[in-house]
């Protein structure tokens, strides 16, 4: 094995290994949270039947907007059956809303699938990754993410939408470059990859101010 096979392979290792720690860190995280709720909720009870007895609807009901809005930093969005993909998906959609950019998500995905978790984890965390890096540079009202995934016959279709500040983005060498400029984009190529592995089709299209990148993943 060359010493370039050596350094990429072991490039790579490192690259998983970073990724993979990085989507548990945020699942936990949010579990984390959602548990902290959860042991705060008799705290909330009393604290609400407390303002009932002296009658302060307008104290009842401003707790309650606060506690709304709490709630939904930590509600799991999306429920597709698989939980690798629950993992990952509600892991990124609570990134992306702690950094004020909207998810609409629309995921079906069965409780078994051919594609390995270390790969979904792949595909999907850098999509994510680089949409919300993009996003970051939209004004908070402009942004916007948008994730469907479905079975379309024996194929697993993954698509996913966001709004960039760029019209359209150019290629180099049949390739969209990286936002994060020169020596990065490593988590394209590695989609690339996986795709090709798997015998999949890549589409990314760079038009009217949005980048949509479209998978087909067989799952025969």
Known sequence: MSWLSKYVDKRLAAYQRDLIETHYAEVENMYRTMRGWRHDYRSHIQTLKSFAVSGDMDSIQSYLNL???????????IKTGNKMTDAIINSKISL??????????DAH??????????DLCIILGNLFDNAIEASLTLPEEERMIRLYMDIKGSQLYISLTNLTAQKKQ???N?????????????????????????GGYLSRNSEDGAFTTEILLPQL
């Open 174 to 198: 049949g390739r969209f470059l990286s936002t994060k400029g020169t020596g990065h984009g490593f988590g394209l190529v590695r989609i690339d990859d996986i795709i090709e592995r798997y």
């Open 96 to 105: 992306a809303r702690a950094r004020s950019i909207p998810v609409k998500a």
């Open 109 to 118: 995905v069965p409780v078994a699938l051919t594609v390995s978790e270390l």
């Open 67 to 77: 506690l709304d809005t709490d709630l939904s930093t930590v509600d799991t969005v």
């Open 170 to 172: 150019t290629k180099q």
